[in-house]
T-cell receptor, first 114, second 116 residues
Framework: AQSVTQLDSQVPVFEEAPVELRCNYSSSVSVYLFWYVQYPNQGLQLLLK??????LVKGINGFEAEFNKSQTSFHLRKPSVHISDTAEYFCAVSKGGATNKLIFGTGTLLAVQP | GAVVSQHPSRVICKSGTSVKIECRSL??????MFWYRQFPKKSLMLMATSNEGSKATYEQGVEKDKFLINHASLTLSTLTVTSAHPEDSSFYICSARGRGEVSPLHFGNGTRLTVT
């Protein structure tokens, strides 16, 4: 079975500073990896995904993530954050396929301070 | 881009009543829809997976008779919380996936259910 671990429940950072949100996964099979963002009282919005190919994936809002198979990690990064990036970020894993479910990590609250 | 509409966004009901939540895919055919429940400051817990025209598959520990899921068409799935109790108060989120091996999930904006 797949599982996802987000090591940090909350990450405070100052505006315009870089940030990295950590995500590790475990799976005995090849997986697809995702990062989603959730703003208060809203659903989830896809930031980026890794399906295959290049291990460096670029997403929306200036975020990127790198798939590292040897370390089973998929950390999310942004070189310079804005106040508007304050939100909950979820890493997720899926075996793929239309009916295969998405397993979410516990989330990391990115708190950007002025 | 793909849009999933979830309605209502908020609902308050009395204990013992039933509440229906709708999830619609607006510009694509959703062959599979997922229903999640999110507790405060927690991750999303998958409740069930529904495929159009067939019975939903419930996750372990989720009462199928309490959380009725219907996926009657390729654009609509409903979750009915029957005989709701205060402990059912939560944030419910639906998501939909189109056809294809690598179709991503598109999420609704969630429904805040409060049972008094």
């Amino acid at each position: 079975a797949q599982s996802v671990t987000q090591l940090d429940s909350q990450v405070p950072v100052f505006e315009e500073a870089p940030v990295e949100l950590r995500c590790n996964y475990s799976s005995s099979v090849s997986v697809y990896l995702f990062w989603y963002v959730q703003y208060p009282n809203q659903g989830l919005q896809l930031l980026l995904k890794y399906l295959s190919g290049s291990t460096l994936v670029k997403g929306i809002n200036g975020f990127e993530a790198e798939f590292n198979k040897s370390q089973t990690s998929f950390h999310l990064r942004k070189p310079s954050v804005h106040i508007s990036d304050t939100a909950e970020y979820f890493c997720a894993v899926s075996k793929g396929g239309a009916t295969n479910k998405l397993i979410f990590g516990t989330g990391t609250l990115l708190a950007v301070q002025p | 881009g793909a849009v999933v509409s979830q309605h209502p966004s908020r609902v308050i009901c009395k204990s013992g009543t039933s509440v229906k939540i709708e999830c619609r895919s607006l510009d694509f055919q959703a062959t599979t829809m997922f229903w999640y429940r999110q507790f405060p400051k927690k991750s999303l817990m998958l409740m069930a997976t529904s495929n159009e025209g067939s019975k939903a598959t419930y996750e372990q520990g989720v009462e199928k008779d309490k959380f009725l899921i219907n996926h009657a068409s390729l654009t609509l799935s409903t979750l009915t919380v029957t005989s709701a109790h205060p402990e059912d108060s939560s944030f419910y989120i639906c998501s939909a996936r189109g056809r294809g091996e690598v179709s991503p999930l598109h999420f609704g904006n969630g429904t805040r259910l409060t049972v008094t």
